[in-house]
């Protein structure tokens, strides 16, 4: 691997909806540090991503925030929901 590229592989993410078909993806980011000096550390990302599902092209949770969901440490993240209805 060259020096000034960092090549950073993201989990596979499988995203559901009503309003289109189930896909596995995966993506991949190339980042091109050459011209950071002094490189210590970099980062992978966030460890959770936030959705709003619809229903007959209707978003849930109107003027509320987005659902938060935490993706576990295995491989694959479980979220069962409530249309417009969030757990306290």
């Known amino acids: 691997m060259r020096n000034n590229l960092i090549y950073i592989c993201l989990f596979a993410l499988l995203i559901t909806g009503c ?3 189930t896909y596995q993806k995966t993506v991949v980011f190339e980042l091109d ?20 599902f619809t229903v007959n092209d209707e978003f ?3 003027g509320k925030d987005n ?3 935490n ?4 491989d694959t993240t479980y979220y069962k929901a409530f249309f417009d ?3 306290q």
Not at 36 to 47: D, F, L, S
């Open 33 to 52: 540090v050459s011209q950071v000096k002094n490189i210590e550390t970099v980062g992978t990302g966030y460890k959770f991503t936030e959705v709003k």
């Open 67 to 69: 659902r938060r969901i």
């Open 60 to 62: 849930e949770l109107k």
């Open 19 to 21: 309003v289109q078909k």
């Open 71 to 74: 993706f576990s440490e295995k």
């Open 85 to 87: 209805k969030v757990e």
